[in-house]
């Protein structure tokens, strides 16, 4: 008692002292701590922000530069802990205070910068979504850059008020701001003091989710049509923990603690760091603790690919959705003088452009101008680019910018032409000029048609909006790839959904230099991917209230597509076929993941043994999951072993391994499946049973999956197929990946 009479002291004494540095060598520190264990301070349970005072320094002289207070968030949901501003040294003292755990200063996590529900298979009045209630009731939570309110994707014609169990609060200053669509708001430190996004991100997320019915929505006048979010009826609650520069950990963190207190049932995050263990992915901190209680997360894969390795969110608690074409392109054809034809894309369709030939130039390939092959500004400086058709290469500055370089420097027309690896995704953008954005390899035939004339030209022909590319879906070049380097034994992306050349609503009105302007903007991203699987497990929570985080995710992976909609394996950008590591499950079916049959479920404590089995020390497994951990009083379990819809197999020369899996049934009481093995090259495979027969619903079987690696395989190659469960009605699928080490 008497210590805890000292603390108390101490922590008012800190509200009068504050620092001896200046500010500005203060850093925030997101510090994890444990329960106080010790009888004399169990006062401390029910008195977290004392708890967390006295770890912060006793030795503390006055400063005039500062009263604000050291400890910037409580944490209390998310994990033990809080956020802080700390010196250096302050932050090394707290390690010797009892019930320390760590202490890590604050990084910026990047942002993973209407078509869409048809091309999913949604109609309205029709099927599945209205079955689904359009995910009537259903709360999505969005981190991201805030919201514009006035929006009409925020309408809330024909929504219903919030469940009662919401309690949330909405920090506009008008009251008005929010309504039964947009039914709270909050703005966390980096929030410039309100929830209005000055950004367009957030907006963009928030719509696609849930945003309700738009008629006449479109971009200059293309990809006009009826805008909705996947689950328009849903109710959206925006935590702004971002800006167009990032957001900040301490900042998702408190979102996430806000927004398990206010009651969401999805959580959407389109942003994530790089590829670093689970304890040091705040991410996947929060949303354990949000699986927790129910709460759904989807989050975005990154925008790193097609690099081997750059996939984020990684945890298997989370679903890691990467990105996909859909079958709208807002054609724009390049036509050069010697008749030759490339279809490319732009949504700003000028129709008062000439269709005279223009003298063609790649600033890039001018002598002494090798610089100059990204169109950036000050390359063009010298360059009389007045009258002419501009080819820049994609890379260096952003696409738009490339144009208004073009332009500024006099040119009239720009024909952007993709970098190797971004090989086939093309982008519709809002350019400032007449454009067209081509592929590496139409770039590369239109380089050999300047080398082959000296008098080049070209001229670009708008075709409007063209529905039905039968490529599609294939994997946009930006999604990131595995292998999951955070976890080697876990398949991601989980899926793949819509995340190229989406229009959703702008926090702004979207100009060039033309006369139109548009409220809804095309952007890509595995931030625009992640919503849409926000919104189709908002539906799922609707159609299946008792289902868990796991079930819910299970349904998206084993009924995922693996067909693009001309009936082909889905394909990347190389145009050949994807990988596993690239679509993950596969495309989303919206209307088969309503009704799985059978799913794989976890149950969030079942992620202990994996998180001991990662060789993670007792400390950094509690940093996860929020308590006290001793792995030796758990039974590890290998990263293969968790009862996941995929599988990563790692086999030795001669290996064979045996691994269980425990499927629930959902589907018909009396259901009997029988396996089937997807090629699996040098892979011995055996399932035992090789039937499962349910006579309940709610039953669960057991089956044990066998691999064992063939003499004639090589080391360091990797083979992947499938496993799959079917009955007259369902199919069950789970891609493995088998590396042969
Ligand atoms: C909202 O009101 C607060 C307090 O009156 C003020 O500090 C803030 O600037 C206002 N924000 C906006 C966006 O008007
Ligand atoms: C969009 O379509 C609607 C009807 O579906 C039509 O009334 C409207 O004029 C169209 N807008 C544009 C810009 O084409
Ligand atoms: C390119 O630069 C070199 C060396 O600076 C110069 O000698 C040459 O004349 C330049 N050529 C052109 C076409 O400007
Ligand atoms: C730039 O090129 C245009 C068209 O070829 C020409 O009319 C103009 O004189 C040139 N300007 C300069 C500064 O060379
Ligand atoms: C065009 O010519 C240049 C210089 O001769 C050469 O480096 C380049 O590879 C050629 N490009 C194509 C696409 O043929
Ligand atoms: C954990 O350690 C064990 C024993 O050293 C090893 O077999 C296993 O591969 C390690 N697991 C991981 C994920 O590194
Ligand atoms: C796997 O399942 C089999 C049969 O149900 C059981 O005997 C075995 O103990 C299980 N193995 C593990 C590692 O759970
Ligand atoms: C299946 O389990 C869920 C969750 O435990 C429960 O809500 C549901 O009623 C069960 N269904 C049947 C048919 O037993
Ligand atoms: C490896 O051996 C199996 C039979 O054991 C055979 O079916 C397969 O074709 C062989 N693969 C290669 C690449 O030789």
Not at 353 to 370: I, Q
Not at 380 to 388: E, P, V
Request: with cysteine; hydrophobic share 35%; aromatic share 8%.
């Amino acid at each position: 008692m008497g210590y805890y009479m000292f603390l108390l002291t101490l922590t008012c004494l800190l509200n009068f002292y504050t620092i001896v540095r200046s500010d500005s060598e203060l850093q925030i520190y997101i510090v994890h701590v444990e329960l106080p264990s010790a009888p004399s301070l169990t006062s401390f349970v029910d008195d977290l922000q004392g708890w967390y005072q006295t770890f912060l320094p006793s030795t503390l002289s006055i400063s005039s530069t500062s009263d604000e207070p050291r400890i910037i968030y409580s944490y209390r949901n998310v994990f033990k802990g809080f956020a802080a501003r700390l010196s250096l040294e302050e932050a090394k003292a707290m390690e010797t205070k009892p019930g320390f755990v760590s202490a890590r200063p604050q990084t910026t996590i990047p942002l993973h910068t209407t078509h869409s529900p048809n091309f999913l298979g949604l109609n309205q009045n029709m099927g599945f979504w209205r079955d689904s209630n359009y995910g009537r009731g259903v709360i999505i939570g969005v981190l991201d850059t805030g919201i514009n309110p006035n929006h009409p994707s925020f309408n809330d014609e024909g929504m219903p008020p919030p469940p009662a169990r919401w309690n949330g609060i909405c920090q506009f200053n008008s009251s008005t701001a929010c309504n039964n669509k947009l039914i709270g708001a909050r703005y966390f430190r980096i929030g410039n003091g309100t929830p209005f996004d000055e950004d367009g991100h957030g907006t963009h997320t928030a719509s696609t989710a849930a945003g309700n019915f738009v008629r006449g929505a479109n971009i200059f006048g293309n990809a006009n049509g009826t805008a909705a979010g996947i689950a328009p009826l849903a109710h959206v609650a925006m935590y702004k923990v971002c800006t167009s520069t990032g957001c900040l950990e301490s900042d998702i963190l408190a979102g996430m603690e806000a927004a398990i207190d206010d009651g969401v049932d999805v959580l959407s995050l389109s942003l994530g760091g790089p590829p670093t263990t689970f304890y040091n992915q705040n991410i996947a901190i929060g949303a354990f603790s949000a699986i927790e209680r129910g709460i759904f997360v989807s989050a975005s894969a990154g925008n790193d690919g097609p690099t081997p390795g750059s996939i984020g969110n990684g945890a298997p608690w989370l679903l890691t959705v990467g990105a996909s074409t859909t079958d709208r392109k807002i054609r724009s054809t390049v036509v050069l003088g010697n008749d030759e034809q490339f279809d490319g894309e732009s949504t700003f369709q000028p129709s008062s452009f000439s269709s005279t030939l223009l003298p063609l130039v790649y600033p890039g390939g001018l002598p002494n101008n090798s610089g100059a092959r990204f169109c950036e500004p000050v390359w063009l400086r010298n360059t009389n680019l007045t009258g002419r058709m501009v080819l820049c290469d994609e890379g260096g500055i952003g696409r738009i910018a490339k144009g208004r370089a073009v332009r500024n420097a006099g040119g009239t027309a720009m024909i952007l032409v993709n970098l190797p690896s971004q090989g086939y995704t093309t982008y519709s953008d809002s350019h400032v000029l007449p454009a067209s954005h081509l592929s590496y390899e139409d770039g590369l035939r239109i380089k050999a048609y300047l080398n082959s004339t000296t008098s080049p030209t070209a001229i670009i022909s708008f075709r409007g909006t063209i529905i039905g590319d039968n490529r599609a879906p294939n994997v946009a070049s930006f999604s990131a790839r595995g292998p999951n380097r955070a976890s080697l034994g876990i398949l991601k992306p989980d899926i793949i959904g819509p995340g190229h050349n989406i229009l959703a609503a702008w926090h702004v009105s979207v100009e060039n230099n033309i006369n139109t302007n548009s409220n809804f903007n095309i952007i890509s991203g595995t931030s625009m991917s992640c919503p849409h699987l926000s919104g189709v497990a908002a539906l799922l929570k609707n159609a299946h209230p008792d289902w868990s985080p796991a079930a819910i995710k299970s349904a998206i992976m084993t009924t995922a597509d693996q067909v693009n909609l001309a009936g082909n394996p889905i394909e990347d950008e190389t145009q050949s076929p994807a990988d596993s590591l690239a679509v993950g499950s596969g495309h989303v079916n919206i209307l088969r993941a309503t009704d799985p049959g059978l799913v794989y479920d976890t149950h969030p404590e079942d992620y202990l043994p994996y998180l001991c089995g990662l060789n993670y020390t007792d400390q950094q497994v509690g940093i996860i999951v929020s308590r006290v951990v001793r792995c030796a009083e758990i039974a590890s379990i290998s990263q293969t072993e968790l009862n996941y819809p995929s599988f990563v197999v790692f086999l030795g020369s001669g290996n064979s391994r045996t691994y269980n899996r425990t499927v629930t049934n959902v589907g018909d009481a009396n259901s009997v499946y029988s396996v089937g093995i997807g090629a699996l090259p040098g892979v011995d495979m055996r399932v035992e049973p090789s039937t499962l027969r349910f006579s309940a619903l709610n039953q669960t079987l057991t089956y044990q999956v066998t691999f064992e690696r063939l003499a004639n395989t090589t080391s360091n190659t990797v083979v992947q197929g499938s496993l799959t469960w079917t009955s007259g009605r369902y199919s069950v699928r789970s891609p493995i990946v088998c590396r042969f080490i």
